[in-house]
């Protein structure tokens, strides 16, 4: 089980907003959210006895100059043989106008550099560009696509909007930035808090607030096999706001929580200048 395979979703989790004036933009909150991680359930063909962790993201920017994401997604993995320390740290840009997206991200097991995947993605006529720097240098042309800011941004349109199953596609960097996912999401109805929910303390002020259970199946868009098995899934409550909490993800063989422990919330950055 490879390192990035368990942290390369987090940047869709708590993606953020930068897209152009095209679009009736959701007002997201800047915001720096700290996760607990525990298994949930392992298989026996997995080998897992144990999961623990912490996931940190951050985000900053604003619609003038672009959103820089940063996450840290460290995992404490357990077998009958041995224990492995994973650590996955990485940084997106995405500009305001969402047509250039740049990633790079290090992966390292018990402290030795596993791998670096460093690129930048820019949207074609056609098509999309991946300009690829690191592990080795390359270039491909994939299928046109949107990248996870704007991959969220639709998400929260449709639940505003009541809708609640459709299909969509994303490119966000993963693995080896080579291939567009195909996602299938499911929408619930808007919640009330639960007074008695465990992320309250954690949330502060905003645990009052409504919330829209997700779920998001995320598949291989090059596989032709026709074999509809998702390579993972995720469900999650989201919030007005783009901050996401209550995670599950499930990996086919195992799956983990993710438990929102603290919340810091940054200022809102101005509105852009008016040409």
């Known amino acids: ?3 990035t395979r368990l942290a390369f979703h987090a940047v869709l989790l708590s993606g953020v907003l930068s897209i152009g004036p095209a679009f009736a933009a959701p007002a997201l909150q800047a915001h720096r959210a700290v996760y607990d991680l525990t298994l949930k359930k392992a298989s026996d063909q997995s080998g897992i006895t144990g999961i623990s962790g912490r996931m940190v993201y951050e985000f900053n920017g604003s619609a003038c100059e672009g959103y820089t994401v940063k996450f840290r997604f460290v995992t ?3 077998t009958a043989d041995n224990t492995r320390l994973t650590d ?3 940084t997106t840009f995405e500009d305001a106008e969402g047509k250039t997206f740049s990633f790079v991200t290090k992966s390292f097991v018990d402290q030795n550099l596993d791998k670096e995947v460093k690129g930048v993605a820019t949207k074609q006529t056609k098509g999309l560009k991946v300009d690829i720097d690191k592990p ?6 994939l ?3 949107q990248f996870p800011t704007q991959h969220l941004v639709e998400l929260i349109g449709k639940a505003e909007k009541g809708e609640n199953f459709y299909e969509t596609n994303l490119f966000d960097g993963s693995e080896d930035a080579n291939k567009v996912l195909t996602t299938t999401v499911v929408v619930g109805k808007k919640t009330e808090a639960d007074k008695a929910d465990p992320e309250a303390s954690a949330l502060a002020k905003l645990a009052t607030d409504k919330y829209w259970p997700v779920d998001i199946a995320y598949f291989d868009g090059t596989d032709k096999t026709g074999e509809e098995v998702p390579e993972y899934r995720i469900s999650f409550k ?3 706001n783009g901050i996401t909490r209550d995670l599950v993800m499930d990996y086919g063989d195992f799956s983990m929580t993710g438990k929102l422990v603290n919340l810091s919330l940054f ?3 101005k509105p852009c200048p008016t040409k």
Do not use: G
């Not at 080795?136 to 042309?141: A, D, G, L, M, W």
């Open 267 to 269: 200022d809102q950055t």
């Open 88 to 90: 996955q740290q990485t």
């Open 136 to 141: 080795e240098k390359n270039s491909v042309e």
């Open 238 to 240: 989201l919030h007005e």
């Open 76 to 78: 404490q993995i357990v």
């Open 143 to 145: 299928a046109a696509t």
């Open 1 to 3: 089980m490879r390192a």
